[in-house]
């Protein structure tokens, strides 16, 4: 992770870790890792191993921390004293690189799979429940994922609430579609679905 050096820097006041994973996509997608307009989630791996992520930082910058003359300022930074851009320029990011292999790989093997996995099942349940009942595209995915929540049923509150229009045999319906669909476990959880 070469631009891990980006972090140790520290240029900005806020967002140094943000703009690190940026740099990490960016890389990718300029090297054509991804096909173009598509974004490798590697970031939510890495998010998911955060302490892995500071261990792998901190492997070097502990090291560093003797080295470097600091006080601080007013606006709650710190002012470097003494000469260190040779500390970032040229140093041994093995580490780095395969704490990033592993996300990488991670991303691969099983987030990739299981997302297309996950919208797979969404597509044929959208489809499916659309030929059954008429419904806005924002409440076929709010159905899906309650059924996701809560085991492949509908509860009586969102029955209530946001699906009173749907009758007791569309319910049992729909409950019956997603069990035949019912995505892989944990599928899709990790990206906020």
């Given at each position: 992770?070469?631009?891990?050096?980006?972090?140790?820097?520290?240029?900005?006041?806020?967002?140094?870790?943000?703009?690190h994973r940026y740099m990490i996509h960016h890389v990718l997608a300029e090297r054509g890792f991804n096909p173009s307009g598509l974004v490798f989630p590697v970031s939510a791996v890495i998010l998911e191993r955060i302490d892995d992520y500071r261990r792998a930082l901190e492997s070097y910058s502990r090291?560093?921390?003797?080295?470097?003359?600091?006080?601080?300022?007013?606006?709650?930074?710190?002012?470097?004293?003494?000469?260190?851009?040779?500390?970032?320029?040229?140093?041994?990011?093995?580490?780095?690189?395969?704490?990033?292999?592993?996300?990488?790989?991670?991303?691969?093997?099983?987030?990739?799979?299981?997302?297309?996995?996950?919208?797979?099942?969404?597509?044929?349940?959208?489809?499916?429940?659309?030929?059954?009942?008429?419904?806005?595209?924002?409440?076929?995915?709010?159905?899906?994922?309650?059924?996701?929540?809560?085991?492949?049923?509908?509860?009586?509150?969102?029955?209530?609430?946001?699906?009173?229009?749907?009758?007791?045999?569309?319910?049992?319906?729909?409950?019956?579609?997603?069990?035949?669909?019912?995505?892989?476990?944990?599928?899709?959880?990790?990206?906020?679905?």
């Amino acid at each position: 992770m070469p631009s891990s050096g980006f972090v140790y820097s520290h240029p900005l006041e806020d967002g140094n870790g943000r703009l690190h994973r940026y740099m990490i996509h960016h890389v990718l997608a300029e090297r054509g890792f991804n096909p173009s307009g598509l974004v490798f989630p590697v970031s939510a791996v890495i998010l998911e191993r955060i302490d892995d992520y500071r261990r792998a930082l901190e492997s070097y910058s502990r090291r560093l921390l003797p080295l470097i003359h600091w006080r601080p300022t007013d606006r709650g930074n710190i002012e470097v004293l003494n000469e260190t851009a040779d500390y970032y320029r040229f140093f041994d990011a093995t580490l780095q690189a395969e704490f990033l292999f592993a996300c990488i790989a991670h991303t691969v093997e099983f987030d990739l799979p299981m997302e297309t996995a996950f919208l797979k099942c969404y597509d044929q349940f959208k489809k499916r429940v659309s030929g059954l009942v008429d419904m806005p595209d924002r409440l076929t995915d709010l159905l899906f994922r309650f059924l996701c929540q809560n085991d492949g049923l509908l509860s009586r509150r969102a029955r209530e609430r946001g699906f009173a229009g749907l009758t007791g045999q569309e319910v049992n319906e729909i409950e019956a579609i997603y069990s035949e669909i019912r995505p892989m476990p944990d599928a899709g959880q990790s990206r906020g679905r």
